[in-house]
């Protein structure tokens, strides 16, 4: 039986009918505070008919108007700010290059909470003030390497802040520092492994014990993948920029899930077509409500991301809601010939056949019928100058991905090391076609 070490016990543990007051008090204080320092929240709750005095505790968060990216980049920069300038400390910036950007602002409280929410993280997942915790998520305007770098102050563990790419710097300082939890993505850890594998080390030569992988969409079966190729115990680990960055919610030892930290954020799961709440259980659009933060606060802001809840109990003793991790989104699902298609059920179907995480997927409508290419990089190990034999893999393949998805994939092989490496979001797929003005 594994000890459970909590960072912050009596928040992670507190009894349900607890939580819920702790959660309506502050509701409450946080709508008065958006109401009476943000006009545009203002506008949007009274067209909706809604006042503060309206909002008694949680029970009454379905009274209160969606707040959605487009209000968040309508808003750009300062629109949503409901602290003074000169009480915020940082801005962080989400990292999509197209429109506007979403700013977000923090003041010093802010980070001090957030910070804890990440120690809360790298604690579930074994950190002590004994442990080497390498961030290679990216620093700067990027959220991943801030949360997680004063997360690892928070819990005293020597913190390398690596920043991503670089890799044989961080394969260096990984062996010689001798690294024991490693945070970035999962398809950069997935590389340093591969890297690691190439120059000729097992799993059992690092001195990693942990990785809390994040920021993009993963499987159960690269989650295996990564385990094996480092040695291992990989965590999940979950946030917005909108809402604060990564620590929103994080994995514990059970690995069913990730709790949310609820004395933060109050979750919701909605129908993503009439925005009716959905019981816990149900599967549906997370939103999020922020209910401590100062200067950036949001009130049901719509994630797109696609989950459940659950209230099951959890053998870490946690008491915080799970959600499960994301099975896709409610806005860039790909619609093709009809169907919903998520990258992540053809990860898992070439993860499954043996294929590394390596792959892109190419969406183009060519005489008004979609096509769906897949690219996929042969392991080392299965290479071949024989076109009959790659043939054969191909269509094998595409059988699979038929059989997960209900359409036919065109499946390339294609040489190891073709397809672009990412150090930090990896770019799954490249969408051609002209759905949108």
């Known amino acids: 039986m594994i000890e459970q070490r909590y960072y912050q016990k009596e928040m992670e543990t507190m009894p349900l009918e607890e939580m819920k007051a702790l959660q309506s008090k502050r509701l409450v204080e946080q709508v008065?505070?958006?109401?009476?320092?943000?006009?545009?929240?203002?506008?949007?709750?009274?067209?909706?008919?809604?006042?503060?005095?309206?909002?008694?505790?949680?029970?009454?968060?379905h009274k209160l108007p969606f707040l959605s990216k487009a209000d968040l980049r309508d808003q750009y920069p300062y629109g949503l700010l409901a602290k003074p300038l000169k009480d915020c400390v940082r801005i962080q910036s989400t990292s999509g290059t197209t429109g506007r950007r979403v700013v977000a602002f923090y003041t010093q409280h802010d980070i001090d909470l957030w910070e804890d929410c990440c120690a809360r993280a790298i604690t579930a997942a074994g950190g002590t003030e004994e442990d080497v915790c390498q961030v290679c998520y990216g620093y700067g305007l990027f959220t991943g390497g801030p949360g997680l770098n004063g997360g690892s102050h928070k819990v005293g563990c020597l913190t390398l802040p690596m920043s991503s790419g670089n890799t044989e710097r961080q394969i260096q300082f990984m062996m010689d520092l001798e690294s024991t939890i490693l945070c970035c993505t999962p398809s950069y850890a997935a590389y340093i492994g591969e890297t690691l594998k190439e120059k000729g080390y097992k799993p059992e030569d690092n001195h990693l014990k942990a990785g809390i992988f994040g920021a993009e969409p993963w499987t159960e079966e690269m989650r295996q993948n990564i385990q094996d190729l480092?040695?291992?115990?990989?965590?999940?680990?979950?946030g917005l920029t909108e809402t604060s960055g990564p620590g929103v919610a994080f994995e514990c030892s059970e690995q069913t899930g990730m709790h949310i930290n609820e004395?933060?954020?109050?979750p919701e799961i909605i129908d993503p077509e009439t925005g009716e709440v959905l019981p816990d259980g149900e599967k549906g659009e997370l939103v999020f409500t922020a209910i401590t933060k100062e200067a950036f606060p949001l009130l049901r802001y719509r994630t797109r991301d696609i989950c459940v809840l659950s209230r099951k109990k959890c053998s870490c003793g946690r008491t915080l809601i799970k959600m499960t991790k994301p099975m896709g989104r409610s806005d860039d699902m790909m619609i093709i010939r009809g169907v919903n298609v998520f990258p992540s059920q053809i990860e898992t179907v070439l993860l499954n056949e043996g294929y590394t995480p390596n792959y892109q997927i190419t969406v183009d409508r060519v005489n008004n019928t979609d096509t769906l290419d897949v690219y996929?990089?042969?392991?080392?190990?299965?290479?071949t100058d024989s076109i009959e034999e790659v043939t054969k893999q191909e269509k094998h393949l595409v059988a699979a991905i038929r059989t997960m998805l209900g359409i036919s994939p065109k499946v390339h092989l294609v040489d190891p090391k073709t397809i672009a490496r990412s150090e930090g979001k990896a770019v799954r797929v490249i969408d051609k076609r002209k759905l949108h003005d």
């Open 32 to 61: 008065k505070h958006v109401y009476e320092n943000v006009p545009y929240y203002r506008q949007k709750m009274d067209a909706a008919n809604v006042k503060p005095e309206d909002i008694h505790g949680v029970e009454d968060l």
């Open 230 to 238: 480092l040695g291992i115990k990989a965590y999940d680990i979950y």
């Open 263 to 266: 004395d933060h954020f109050i």
């Open 376 to 383: 996929v990089e042969l392991p080392p190990e299965q290479f």
